[in-house]
C-alpha cells in the first residue's frame, strides 16, 4: 500500500517535470521571456516615421512651426474682431489692450514684450502661433484654452500693432 502511494507520487512528479519541459519548449510559451525587453530609462520611444496618433494632427514645435505653418484664415474682418476679442480675453491682461504698454498682471512680470516691436512683428506667422500655443517661459500657453482658429486669428490680431514704417 505504502510502495503504491510512493510510487503514484513519483509518477506525478515526473508527469509534471515532463509537461513543465514540454510546454517550455513550445515556441510561444517564450515568446515574452525572448522578446525584446525595454528596460525604464533605457531607450526613447519615438514613434515610427510618418505615423500619427489616431484622430490627432501631429504636433509640431516651435522651430519647426516657423516658416512652415501659414496662417489658414484670411484677415477679414470678422476674424480681426474675433482676434480683438480673445485678446481682450487672454493676452491683455498681461500685454495691455494696446499690447505695447503692460496691463494690470503683466506689471508683476520683469519683462512683457512690446508686441508692436519690429524684431516681434518680423516673426513668422507660424512661430506667433505656436508662441500663442506653447507659451513663453513666463508667459502661459493657450494650447488647452484656445483652438487652432482662435490662436490663428490671434495671430491675424498680433499684426494689427505693427508699426506704421
Ligand atoms: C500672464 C501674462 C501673459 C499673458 C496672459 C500673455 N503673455 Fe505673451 N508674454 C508674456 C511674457 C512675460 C512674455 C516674455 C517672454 C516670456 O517670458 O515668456 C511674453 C511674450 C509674448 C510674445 C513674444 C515672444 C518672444 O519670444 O519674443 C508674443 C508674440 C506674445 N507674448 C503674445 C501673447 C498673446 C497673443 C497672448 C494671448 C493669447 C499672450 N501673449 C498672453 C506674458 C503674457
Request: hydrophobic share 40%; glycine share 10%.
Amino acid at each position: 500500500m505504502r510502495t503504491r502511494k510512493v510510487l503514484a507520487g513519483l509518477a506525478a512528479c515526473v508527469a509534471v517535470a515532463a509537461g513543465g519541459v514540454a510546454v517550455g519548449a513550445l515556441p510561444w510559451t517564450q515568446d515574452m521571456v525572448r522578446g525584446r525587453a525595454v528596460e525604464p530609462q533605457t531607450l526613447m520611444q519615438v514613434p515610427p516615421p510618418n505615423t500619427l496618433a489616431i484622430n490627432h494632427p501631429r504636433v509640431i514645435d516651435r522651430t519647426e512651426a516657423d516658416g512652415r505653418l501659414t496662417n489658414p484664415l484670411a484677415a477679414s474682418p470678422e476674424v480681426l474682431r474675433q482676434g480683438r476679442t480673445l485678446f481682450d480675453i487672454d493676452c491683455a491682461v498681461c500685454h495691455g489692450a494696446d499690447g505695447r504698454n503692460p496691463g494690470p498682471v503683466g506689471k508683476s512680470f520683469r519683462m512683457v514684450p512690446d508686441l508692436s516691436e519690429p524684431a516681434i512683428q518680423a516673426y513668422s506667422d507660424g512661430l506667433i502661433y505656436s508662441i500663442i500655443r506653447e507659451g513663453g517661459f513666463e508667459m502661459p500657453g493657450y494650447a488647452d484654452a484656445l483652438s487652432p482658429a482662435e490662436r490663428w486669428a490671434l495671430v491675424h490680431f498680433v499684426r494689427t500693432f505693427r508699426q506704421p514704417s
